[in-house]
């Protein structure tokens, strides 16, 4: 079990361009560790997640996509120009949904 997920609350200080205008490099994200307990995550929804290289990730989920019963979540930076390309993310990647910035 993550530390992370025994607080309600953590802070992640984002990395790169890729989610510009709405969270730029260098803000501070408040994430919500216990989001997902009670509700499925939702396409718009804005998360961080552990990567396949083992970094977080600040990313919007833009859709579902099942593959052999295992629901993963395609996810996109709101930059188009500036986002990687990354492979689709299940539920236990997620380490929380953000919900405030400073």
Wanted: hydrophobic share 35%.
């Amino acid at each position: 079990m993550p530390l992370s997920s025994l607080f309600p609350f953590s802070i992640h200080i984002v990395r790169g361009h890729s989610m510009q205008p709405g969270v730029s490099e260098g803000d501070r994200v408040v994430i919500s560790n216990w989001a997902y307990i009670f509700s499925p995550p939702k396409v718009g929804d804005v998360i961080v997640f552990r990567g396949n290289d083992s970094k977080n990730y600040v990313k919007r989920i833009t859709a579902f996509a099942n593959k052999a019963d295992k629901k993963e979540f395609v996810v996109e930076g709101d930059n188009k120009s500036d986002s990687k390309k990354l492979s689709p993310v299940t539920r236990k990647k997620i380490i929380g949904k953000v919900v405030a910035k400073y």
